[in-house]
């Protein structure tokens, strides 16, 4: 059976299985994984399983004199940029959406003609890009290659078409986007290379590194085989560099260990027309043997067929979890791209034996369930980890103990957290609503003791020594972080302090703690200290209790520095107090008064759709009997304006998912507004029915279905809302409300 008919049965079997009963394509057909791509959405097209350690991407951000597309010339986050056209290799163990750049190494590399090791040579131009869950492929111009990849939860798999001639395939370990160097090779047989990369350094830590060990294995024995290095020239004599290899020296005889800053590994072979060469990839946190083990455990005895077929399959059970009827296809392609980015981070970091380095340690330990890793939590705990809660919550409830074995290990809940090491990016302390929010909805299979326990610690431990709350003396003393620094983004770190004491406040009282809760609560309110009355917004504040001047409360629209805040402006944070909206309204002179300033945000362009804080504001109007309707004007305008199905379709970094889940939570009709409580926010479904399957160890109802009627405007608004079988006159429900009546219905109309 050639290629093209394996491929038409592989695509002919999915959809059967998936589309079968309803009549509809499978939901991984309508992933776009191109959406995200450019405007620094920073998603990539590579193949990737969910929640799986591997991806493989193709790296276009390195080595092109041709632009400016470079690297180390400018600050690229992403392996992979869509507007780009130079590529080098396809890199091994990536991170999606965010905004520093790490890992995307391992850059494996097929090549014809002359060998040539310089990256910055032997790139090329490509076409004909494909991407699909678990499948990228494109055409290499320069050498007349296909290429193809796709992965398994922990391995990788490449297949290269060449033409016919001499053909080689390359392995660099000396280049990546990561920020670290160091790297060795040790060649185990003509088929079959081993090593160790050093990755880490993520958003300034130095001390954030940690080693990714590796295994590569090609399915032909090459003609020839070795390594390059990169050349010094020797003290006292002019450098002479090699007229075939430049720079890099190769050594063809040497066949035992070699280690190095920028090193590399070649295979080289006779192909004929159309030959094709597959390369599999294991890697492991652990060592390298875990590597191999991961490698033969999901690898042996399989082609790339079937790899790639099992990772369809695995797409497509994860979002069938969610159906969507009605709706345009556009809307269906944005609504399970978004699942799909989704469900990329957090993603498990043990080997198939269970073992996964410990949490800033060098002790290796054995998990029974999935340990996970990448805990981007500033962004995350805002959405992502509520849809896991409502839609996966057995990987959620994973995700919890491991964020309570990484206090058992360290002494602290993860910040924001990378292959085992803290690398402290961003402000707050936000595992804490991540986990009330879930115990709240029904999730308790944890130790609960313990974790208020940790939750304490970081709220009452001195700030000095505190990883998650650094300026905790004075937020305990003062009641506020006052400006020390002028970029020490210290309103920011307050408000994030705010929330997260909220939440522990309702823990504790939910607990029988009630004096810790009415401490928290009150801690939680602090936020006033911040209103300045003559600006109308939150103002930094110096230690003397007075505001800092001069004040610009537009300063930071365009990222640049602001003091006190962090990456945006007064009006991205001042009604960033989701937990307090009627004392936030008090302190804004009442409802009209509220309510103008909060229409101003989005008439003025102020509001910033990229930017944690203000994801929630259109939210906000939902809290006034009378003007729900704004909320629901202003999540449509905004899901048509920067949603779309165009490598552009993301506002900005998707920031591990946290995008996607504002777009999957206000397109199916309901949004989490404030992180630690288990309520949101009722807004237009886009689509006219949606199905969630619900997990019953937790959930009374098998599933929740949610149906809109009455117009297809452009914009709708809500008429009429019927939980189960009875009228629902609020435009806020609880997540039990939710969950328990089984199915939401929508009447919607064209007038306000």
């Known amino acids: 059976m050639n290629r093209f008919i394996l491929t038409c049965t592989l695509v002919f079997l999915t959809l059967l299985t998936y589309g079968r009963d309803k009549g509809s394509p499978p939901p991984a057909t309508y992933v776009d994984p191109f959406i995200g791509t450019t405007n620094f959405g920073t998603t990539n097209p590579g193949a990737v399983c969910p929640q799986g350690m591997m991806s493989v991407v193709p790296f276009n951000v390195m080595g092109s004199d041709e632009n400016n597309y470079d690297k180390d010339a400018r600050w690229w986050s992403t392996p992979y940029e869509h507007t780009n056209t130079f590529f080098t290799g396809f890199s091994h163990v990536n991170l999606s959406g965010v905004g520093c750049p790490e890992l995307g190494s391992l850059l494996l590399m097929p090549t014809t003609g002359k060998l040539d090791v310089d990256y910055k040579s032997y790139g090329s131009k490509y076409k004909d890009e494909k991407a699909s869950p678990g499948y990228f492929s494109n055409f290499l111009t320069k050498y007349n290659v296909k290429t193809e990849v796709s992965a398994t939860p922990r391995t990788g798999v490449a297949r290269f078409t060449f033409p016919k001639g001499e053909s080689h395939i390359l392995l660099n370990l000396g280049e990546g986007l990561t920020n670290e160097s160091g790297a060795f090779f040790r060649k185990v047989n003509e088929r079959e290379i081993e090593g160790m990369k050093l990755l880490g350094t993520f958003c300034y830590n130095p001390q954030a590194v940690f080693p990714i060990y590796f295994v590569m294995r090609v399915n032909k024995t090459p003609k020839q085989s070795g390594y390059w290095k990169k050349q010094r020239p020797m003290y006292g004599v002019e450098a002479e560099?090699?007229?075939?290899?430049?720079?890099?020296?190769?050594?063809?005889?040497?066949?035992?260990?070699?280690?190095?800053?920028?090193?590399?590994?070649?295979?080289?072979?006779?192909?004929?027309?159309?030959?094709?060469?597959?390369?599999?990839?294991?890697?492991?946190?652990?060592?390298?043997?875990?590597?191999?083990?991961?490698?033969?455990?999901?690898?042996?005895?399989?082609?790339?067929?079937?790899?790639?077929?099992?990772?369809?399959?695995?797409?497509?059970?994860?979002?069938?979890?969610?159906?969507?009827?009605?709706?345009?296809e556009d809307q269906k392609k944005i609504f399970y791209t978004a699942l799909y980015h989704l469900l990329i981070h957090p993603n498990i970091l043990q080997d198939v034996n269970g073992q996964y380095p410990a949490m800033e340690s060098s002790e290796i330990l054995t998990t029974k369930g999935n340990r996970y890793t990448v805990f981007s939590l500033w962004d995350t705990y805002r959405n992502v980890h509520q849809l896991l809660t409502l839609v996966y919550p057995e990987r959620q409830m994973e995700m919890i103990q491991t964020m309570l074995d990484m206090y058992r290990e360290h002494g602290w809940f993860p910040k924001w957290e990378l292959y085992g090491r803290e690398t402290l990016t961003m402000e707050g302390d936000p595992s804490i609503p991540v986990i009330v929010d879930s115990w709240m909805k029904g999730l308790r299979d944890f130790d609960v003791d313990l974790a208020y326990e940790a939750m304490y610690k970081s709220a009452t431990y001195p700030g000095p020594k505190n990883l998650m709350r650094p300026d905790n003396d004075d937020y305990m003393s003062l009641g506020y972080v006052p400006l020390r620094e002028q970029y020490d983004n210290s309103v920011s770190h307050a408000l994030e302090y705010y929330i997260a004491d909220f939440a522990l406040s309702r823990f504790a009282q939910a607990l029988g703690k009630k004096e810790d809760a009415k401490k928290f609560y009150q801690r939680s309110l602090g936020y006033k200290h911040y209103y300045s009355k003559e600006y109308g917004t939150f103002r930094p504040l110096l230690p003397d209790g007075s505001f800092y001047t001069p004040f610009n409360p537009r300063q930071g629209e365009n990222f640049e520095p602001n003091p006190g805040f962090h990456e945006g402006s007064a009006w991205n944070y001042t009604f960033y107090v989701p937990h307090d909206i009627p004392g936030l309204t008090k302190l804004m002179g009442g409802r009209k008064n509220f309510l103008h300033k909060l229409q101003m945000v989005f008439d003025e362009g102020l509001y910033d759709p990229a930017n944690e804080p203000d994801i929630a504001y259109p939210h906000l109007f939902s809290y006034f009997s009378g003007e729900e309707w704004r909320t629901q004007y202003q999540v449509q305008r905004l899901l048509k304006k920067y949603f779309t199905t165009k490598p552009d379709g993301i506002p900005g970094n998707d920031d591990t998912g946290t995008m996607s889940g504002w777009a999957i939570f206000n397109m199916m009709g309901f949004y989490p507004d404030c992180p630690g409580l288990p309520e949101y926010t009722l807004t237009s479904p886009v689509f006219d029915k949606i199905t969630i399957q619900l997990n019953p160890k937790w959930y009374k109802q098998t599933e929740l279905v949610i149906e809109a009627t009455g117009t297809d405007a452009d914009i709708r608004y809500i008429q009429d809302i019927q939980l189960g079988d009875k009228p629902y006159k609020k435009f806020r429900i609880t997540h039990d409300e939710l969950v328990n009546a089984g199915k939401i219905s929508f009447g919607l109309t064209d007038k306000k």
């Open 241 to 328: 560099w090699d007229q075939d290899h430049g720079r890099y020296k190769l050594y063809t005889k040497y066949a035992k260990e070699i280690a190095g800053d920028d090193i590399g590994s070649f295979f080289s072979f006779e192909t004929e027309e159309g030959e094709e060469i597959e390369v599999q990839m294991g890697v492991s946190f652990v060592s390298i043997e875990n590597a191999r083990l991961n490698l033969d455990a999901e690898q042996s005895g399989k082609n790339f067929n079937r790899v790639y077929e099992e990772a369809v399959d695995r797409w497509n059970k994860d979002l069938s979890r969610i159906t969507v009827e009605g709706g345009t």
